[in-house]
């Protein structure tokens, strides 16, 4: 399956940064792990993914705190069914037309914590940055998307 991208977000007011040569959600088939993985944006501007686990595996059923063990950026911070899900962040694979018509359990992570910049917190971080000497830059750093697609083979390699 070749990745499927797709456009949900007006950034025409969002400041300067990478995030406007990103497109706002990416699906596709982990090559190594073969486990569908869906990265989104969420609050803030920040990618969330999410790996989509079969019926049957023993990441079905658990919440987010039975994840012991499991090393992804800022911990898994979702576990649950897709219909939980905001569809306005376009965040299940589903969402997307070309997506495969799944509702599955989703296992996820987010780039909202605090060493992540936020691109809509941008203005906000930049003026509390300048009045601490420095740039957002030094505080805070952008998880661009390759960085999230990363981290969802990362999380899918752990789920097995």
Same mark, same amino acid.
């Given at each position: 399956?070749?990745?499927?991208?797709?456009?949900?977000?007006?950034?025409?007011?969002?400041?300067?940064?990478?995030?406007?040569?990103?497109?706002?959600?990416?699906?596709?088939?982990?090559?190594?792990?073969? $486990?569908?993985?869906?990265?989104? $944006?969420?609050?803030?501007?920040?990618?969330?993914?999410?790996?989509?686990?079969?019926?049957?595996?023993?990441?079905?059923?658990?919440? $987010?705190?039975?994840?012991?063990?499991? $090393?992804?950026?800022?911990?898994?911070?979702?576990?649950?069914?897709?219909?939980?899900?905001?569809?306005?962040?376009?965040?299940?694979?589903?969402?997307?037309?070309?997506?495969?018509?799944?509702?599955?359990?989703?296992?996820?992570?987010?780039?909202?914590?605090?060493?992540?910049?936020?691109?809509?917190?941008?203005?906000?971080?930049?003026?509390? &940055? &300048?009045?601490?000497?420095?740039?957002?830059?030094?505080?805070?750093?952008?998880?661009?998307?390759?960085?999230?697609?990363?981290?969802?083979?990362?999380?899918?390699?752990?789920?097995?």
């Amino acid at each position: 399956m070749e990745p499927l991208s797709w456009e949900y977000l007006d950034k025409s007011s969002w400041p300067p940064g990478p995030w406007h040569q990103e497109p706002d959600g990416v699906c596709w088939l982990d090559a190594a792990t073969q $486990r569908l993985c869906v990265v989104a $944006r969420g609050v803030g501007g920040v990618w969330n993914g999410y790996v989509i686990v079969p019926p049957m595996h023993p990441a079905v059923g658990k919440h $987010r705190e039975d994840f012991h063990g499991v $090393r992804v950026h800022g911990d898994v911070s979702y576990s649950g069914p897709c219909g939980d899900l905001d569809p306005d962040f376009g965040v299940c694979a589903h969402v997307h037309p070309q997506a495969p018509r799944i509702h599955a359990w989703l296992v996820g992570f987010d780039c909202g914590h605090g060493s992540d910049l936020q691109p809509l917190l941008l203005p906000l971080i930049e003026r509390l &940055a &300048a009045r601490l000497g420095g740039r957002a830059e030094r505080f805070q750093r952008y998880r661009t998307l390759p960085y999230a697609r990363q981290q969802c083979h990362l999380l899918a390699t752990q789920l097995g």
